[in-house]
């Protein structure tokens, strides 16, 4: 088990910017200790390489949030972060995001590209992600998911990064994310207004000098990343900086920031925390709410499934599209990440609670009638994030009834596999459906 | 294929404790630990499942119970549970009213609670001796008919019978007061020597008082120009 010393300096990170840099209520609690949602997702989000989606009104901190948080636990300087990040408009292009061709290398007749800071960091924020055209958001589905940016013939693979994109709310300048785009982030989360008191107190202490800022090592680490050297020994050199400006934030601050090698000893420890039985049960009864169809075999956004089916009391009938295997790979990560974050043995019940709202809010795509149905209701969250909270808790308060019966067929599924002859158990949920139909005792629609 | 229910293995036969699980746990401990008390007090007082109502075999009942009940933790609702088990758990094959009630009147004075509820009226029996030797800082209520020989020895406590009691009521008692909604029968007040006993119905007869007041329907029926206090 690990020892938390590095969750000790992740904690002071967290207390830094919350009380410094970025001002804000807390809004979830969780083994009885209050955070911001909106910190606390990006904390994590840093830690285990993930890709945030933060929404919210302009102002409200979603950019400046991802790259405080960025800064400290990557040791970047603040300027080259912002010289990093890549604004979502109608013109943006290839060029500008991913690389370019090198024109003097070029008018020699040779291809050489110049990759962007962007597509070289680890720290990448795309501001306004949604102000990106539909066919423009497709150049930057492969870097997203994979960290893999292609440019002319060359391929430049990112071994390590994290990804934070802003969104506006739907105004005239806006475009939908399309779907594959959005399935690629594992959360999504509202930067919200901190309250008028705290508000006030942001005005009255905006400053000039950032503490962040540090000329001269933004200096050399721009020259490093312009430079001509292959990119893991361009790195090698930009994480000798990063150790500089580290010792720098210690001396001035009082903050440890992460070294790459730090980074990847807190993911292999974050990877070893095992999901308890009910976290495991509840992840697969949420999931089969939200994949399963009756009448179809599965959801499919194509297919509606009827008025009068069976199943009508559950989150399959009121939603169009199908979770997809990346869902539960966001799950793992956030769940695992927060109970290392917590010191927690394992990853239980709670940890899955407070997140899958957040992995599930921009991945669903709720029918109009429900949507309609739900419009009214009074709420503190943003409509997306309500909806999947509302979902989250009805998941919940489900498996709490029927837990120990579930467990007995989850245990009766295991048998059935392991050769045993055994009648599964009957119940009213998909998910016992989906057990039949592991163990071969539910037979599939002929075609 | 990898089992994909490999993580369930074991998942059927695991139970999880839930805080009801916890509190009735320790309910059903406390409960063993009051009937094993009341066990050794039947092995030592009714071995051949006889007991004689002497006034010596109930000063040694009582310090007899009030050895097997040390160092148990219990509250006022445990002491409702003992009743109830005594009419039905299979763990106590004989109820013997009398020393039944000797260990209940002893559970009561030992109470951490000032005021103890007993809602008997479902019992099929009736014990007997319920509120023997009461102390001055407690009140015991009772919801149902008690049986023979109910608040004998009261010592200052107050004892209400939310039902109608037998004979010997309130016999030998000292200080305190005994309230009973209903009726009494013989006998009542037998030996009393302080204290007051309020019938709101009828008593069938009262026994030689020496000291105290008994009052019926009201009625300040001792003492009166009538009943004279007895000498012994």
Known sequence: MQNGHYQKRVRKIYTYISDNLYLNRPDVAIKGEPFNSTLLLSLLTALNRGKELIMGEPGLGKTTSAEYVGSIIYRYPLGIIWGSEVSGHPEQTEEKIIGRPDLGELNKGREKVVWSNFAQIPVKIVDEINRLPETKQSMILNGVDRGNWEYLNEILINDEYSLFATANYQDRGTNTIIAPLIDRFDVLIESRHPGSNIAYTIGKEARVNHPLRHPQYEKELHHILRGEKPYEEKMALAEGVCDLFGEYMKDQLGLEGLARGERGEINEEMAKLDFDIDANALVRMMLAELSFCHKYGQKRSVEVCEDGCHYSGYLCHHIKNCASNRLPMSIRNYAQSLAWFLEDDGVDLEHVRLIIPYVLAHRIQWKDSYLSKKEGEGRNDPFQIYLAKEAAEEVFQRYNEQREYLLEAFAVGYRAIDGEEVIPLEGDHPIYEEIKRDIGAKDEKSL | MKNPFEAFHHAGTRKREIPLDTILKSKEETLSKILTGYEDLLKNEAKDLVWLMQYSTVIKAYSIAEKGMEGIEYTAEDIEEFCYALDHSDQIPYL?????????????????????????????????????????????????????????????????????????????????????????????????????????????????????????????????????????
């Open chain 2, 96 to 232: 013997i009213t009398g020393p039944a009630g000797v260990y209940i009147s002893a559970l009561c004075n030992h109470a951490q609670e000032e005021e103890i509820r007993l809602q008997l009226r479902d019992l099929n029996v009736k014990i007997n001796l319920l509120g023997y030797r009461l102390p001055s800082n407690k009140q015991l209520i009772v919801e149902g008919n008690v049986g023979d020989f109910t608040g004998i020895g009261l010592d200052g406590g107050e004892l209400i019978i939310e039902g109608s009691g037998k004979n010997y009521t309130g016999a030998g008692m000292k200080q305190g007061k005994i309230v009973v909604r209903h009726n009494l029968g013989f006998n009542t007040g037998h030996g009393m020597t302080g204290g007051e006993l309020m019938v709101g119905g009828r008593i069938k007869g009262l026994g030689k008082i020496v000291g105290g007041k008994v009052y019926e329907k009201d009625q300040l029926i001792f003492p009166n120009e009538g009943i004279k206090p007895f000498y012994f």
